[in-house]
């Protein structure tokens, strides 16, 4: 599968200027509220920012060198059981991006995205499983 248009799509929000943090929270609170008082010490949205950030970091590597991001995902995944974080968790999160990029792009998201993320995401599901 080609990725590249996941690709395009993190590089159009990236020159759009639009930091995605608080739109991918609302999405995620307002489908799954019990989230919402596991991140009650980040009143600032300081370690939701950087969460994203880097999850788009790994999204991206997963779509392209494929050097660090599924480890690192994996190994996020067993982190984050202390934090009170279910494993599947993940995959509702990576989809939650995902629409939440869809929205934000507007005119910008084409079908061909919509097409490569979502055969990346379940690719990513089975390589995590692997
Ligand atoms: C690849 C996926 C993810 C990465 C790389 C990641 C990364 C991080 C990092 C670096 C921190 C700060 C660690 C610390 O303060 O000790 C953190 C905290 C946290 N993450 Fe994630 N995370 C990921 C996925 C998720 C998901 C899917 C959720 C659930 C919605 C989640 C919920 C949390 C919570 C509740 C905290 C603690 C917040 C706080 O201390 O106030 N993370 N994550």
Redesign the pocket.
């Known amino acids: 599968m080609n990725y590249a248009p996941v690709v395009a799509s993190l590089e159009r929000l990236a020159e759009l200027d639009i930091d995605p943090t608080r739109a991918v929270y609302a999405r995620?609170f307002a489908r799954y509220p019990e989230?919402e008082a596991?991140?009650?010490?980040?009143q600032r949205y300081l370690?939701r920012g950087?969460?994203v950030q880097?999850?788009m970091e790994?999204l991206l590597d997963y779509a392209t060198d494929r050097t660090f991001g599924l480890p690192?995902?994996q190994a996020?995944r067993v982190n984050?059981v202390t934090?009170?974080?279910p494993n599947a968790?993940?995959g509702i999160?990576f989809g939650v991006i995902q629409e939440t990029i869809a929205e934000l792009l507007g005119d910008d998201w084409t079908p061909a995205m919509a097409a490569a993320w979502g055969a990346m995401l379940a690719s990513l599901e089975l390589d995590i499983v692997a």
């Open positions: 995620l989230m596991l991140f009650i010490r980040d370690v950087q969460m880097m999850v790994n690192m995902i996020e984050h934090l009170g974080v968790v993940f999160f």
